[in-house]
């Protein structure tokens, strides 16, 4: 039972255009949602996050935008950089507890 | 200076086997937890441990036991070590949840476990 879904398995883009990553969840009382970046061989680093009270948070070049009515939150990378290639992991959390679902991941090549 | 730290990196071992993998944060983080990401590459938490106390136990076999000596310390013990247990194992940590939600989990390395 797949709570958090990433549908695309990769995704490629030109360096310098727009990165758009998608999610959608199940789980309606999820109050956080986070993005998480991994490269081969490391463990994923947080990379931007936002709560359910509101649908956009900005940092730099990343926004994460969240539909609460359709379930549904994504991540922009804009312009997109070599360097971003990597697996990009959406995860959520609900309650007191920090337990973060994580989706399977989506893998983002950035093509010169 | 490495934040979160798991040792070893590698562990290829026989079915049957007992083995500890071992993680050490130094950002003074009130929690810590073990992650396993299988094959699927799902990333699913085992384990959660506040201040040397277990609060997240998820449906893991009773063959694995998380051990905290200290606030620093997490480790993880695997008994009788099966071929399903092949997987990367990710050890993390951050402060506990505050008013304005969540704070973010520092991830180590990870452990690739491979039973044969």
């Known amino acids: 039972d797949q709570q958090v879904k990433q549908n695309s398995p990769s995704l490629s883009v030109q360096e310098g255009r727009i990165s758009i990553l998608n999610c959608d969840y199940t789980n309606s009382m999820f109050d956080y949602f986070l993005w998480y970046k991994k490269y081969p061989a490391e463990g994923p680093t947080f990379l931007i996050s936002i709560s359910s009270i509101k649908d956009k948070n900005e940092d730099g070049r990343f926004t994460v935008f969240l539909n609460k009515s359709a379930k549904h939150l994504s991540l922009h990378i804009v312009p997109s950089q070599p360097g971003d290639s990597a697996v990009y992991f959406c995860?959520?959390?609900?309650?007191?507890?920090?337990?973060?679902?994580f989706g399977k991941g989506t893998r983002l090549h950035i093509l010169p | 200076d490495t934040a979160v730290s798991q040792t070893p990196k590698y562990l290829v071992t026989q079915m049957g086997n007992d083995k500890s993998i071992k993680c050490e944060q130094n950002l003074g983080h009130d929690t810590m937890y073990w992650y396993k990401q299988d094959s699927k590459k799902f990333l699913k938490i085992m384990f959660s441990y506040n201040n040397k106390e277990l609060i997240i136990n998820e449906t893991v076999p009773n063959r694995f036991s998380p051990k905290s000596p200290d606030k620093a310390h997490l480790n993880l013990h695997i008994n009788s070590l099966e071929l399903g247990d092949s997987a990367v194992y990710f050890c993390a940590s951050s402060q506990v949840r505050g008013a304005s939600g969540p704070y973010e989990q520092y991830f180590g390395p990870g452990t690739r476990l491979t039973v044969t």
């Open positions: 995860a959520a959390t609900s309650g007191g507890l920090d337990k973060i679902i």
